[in-house]
């Protein structure tokens, strides 16, 4: 590595340190100031303003690092070129018979690191933090109450509807549980006052703690529902962990799919690739485009950079701000692009998942690479 290059590597990364805490600043502010009300309460119940603002922003500065890692990347190579050419740096090292190509690689290489980093952080850290990332910021305090889309359960054989969703305790109230699967010739329909999921243990798989549930069918002196070995309704006439007026309906439904699945984002590509493989739930093609979306964005990260590196190197001449103006544009553009392809293969219309997910790299990045070589050659 010259002299030359770790100057540049340097100015590079101080410029993408200032962009990103911007961008990130720019967020921040206008989220608290716009929730002021709930971030005080929530600092309250963290123990302090400061510790509040820390456990809800700290997470949301790591995603916002793997969102826009691609546009920060770009801009801070904008930055740099447009300094040197500021400075008449760029012209003496041209002059020196230094090519553009020379001075952009290393540029390009730190891009790709970045770029990894911001892959890495997306499938260690950020699903740990998926919980408080997925909440708004008047989520914070209090239950958070939503509508229940119908959810069926195709391995256990029933379908959930149910009057409101409590996310923060995952629960459901007023459920009503449709059987359709080997129990329905025992009983057709529970309800109850409010089913709240729980995870697997010593005592039960994974499903639904019913609360003074109502059967269509007297059931209550009756042992549990099972076939196979395998139980579908557990009662409290055999299970001693039951109290009286509880029941256990075993499911292995995702709560985050049934409450529509906005953690999903944040989850990690084995959760994803777990999640797909659960028979207990039809996801449909939407999840597996997030699941290709998860192989595909690095390279869409690093194609962005491409498509706006032709418009820095060829446009020396320009002021900043056109410059910047530029890129946006096409920024703008490419995304847009890729969220249409991507709801389309969401939808599965003209276009499969895969194909979805897939088709920007495809369209974008032969263009951008031979266009960018062509820019870095001139």
């Known amino acids: 590595m010259t002299q030359i290059d770790r100057y540049v590597l340097v100015l590079y990364l101080r410029v993408f340190i200032v962009c990103l805490l911007t961008l990130s600043g720019l967020l921040i502010v206008v989220q608290l100031f716009t929730n002021i009300d709930e971030f005080v309460m929530f600092g309250k119940a963290q123990g302090g303003f400061v510790k509040g603002l820390v456990i809800y922003f700290g997470p949301q500065m790591l995603s916002i690092f793997d969102r826009m890692c691609g546009l920060i990347t770009l801009l801070a190579i904008m930055f740099v070129v447009a300094w040197l050419q500021r400075t008449h740096e760029l012209t003496a090292i041209l002059a020196a018979g230094i090519s553009k190509k020379r001075i952009v690689v290393p540029l390009l290489y730190a891009s790709a690191l970045l770029i990894i980093v911001s892959a890495v952080l997306r499938e260690t850290a950020i699903p740990q933090f998926s919980e408080i990332l997925s909440k708004r910021p008047r989520d914070l305090i209090g239950e958070r109450n939503e509508s229940l889309r119908p959810t069926e359960d195709v391995d256990q054989g029933f379908i959930v509807v149910g009057k409101q969703l409590l996310k923060n305790n995952r629960s459901i109230v007023n459920p ?129 950079i491409l498509i706006g590196l032709p418009f820095i190197l060829t446009g020396l001449n320009r002021n900043l701000v056109r410059m910047v103006t530029s890129c946006l544009i096409i920024f703008a553009i490419f995304y847009a692009v890729t969220f249409g392809l991507r709801t389309l293969g969401a939808h599965e219309t003209l276009l499969t998942a895969s194909a979805g997910a897939w088709a920007p790299v495809l369209l974008f990045a032969p263009v951008a690479w031979a266009k960018s070589v062509a820019a870095m050659n001139s």
């Open 176 to 304: 009503v549980f449709k059987f359709t699967g080997p129990i329905a010739h025992q009983t057709r329909q529970i309800e109850g006052e409010v089913a709240q999921f729980l995870d697997a243990n010593n005592e039960h798989a994974p499903g639904f703690l019913v609360t003074n549930f109502k059967p269509s069918e007297p059931l209550s002196l009756t042992g549990s529902l099972m076939q196979d070995e395998r139980y579908y309704l557990m009662l409290p006439a055999d299970q001693k962990w039951l109290q009286p007026n509880q029941c256990f309906i075993t499911s292995a439904l995702d709560f985050d799919l049934i409450s529509g699945g906005q953690g999903l984002q944040y989850a990690s590509t084995a959760e994803l690739i777990s999640d797909l493989r659960n028979q207990s739930y039809y996801h449909g093609p939407e999840l597996k485009v997030t699941l290709h979306s998860r192989f595909v964005q690095p390279l869409l990260d690093f194609t962005q």
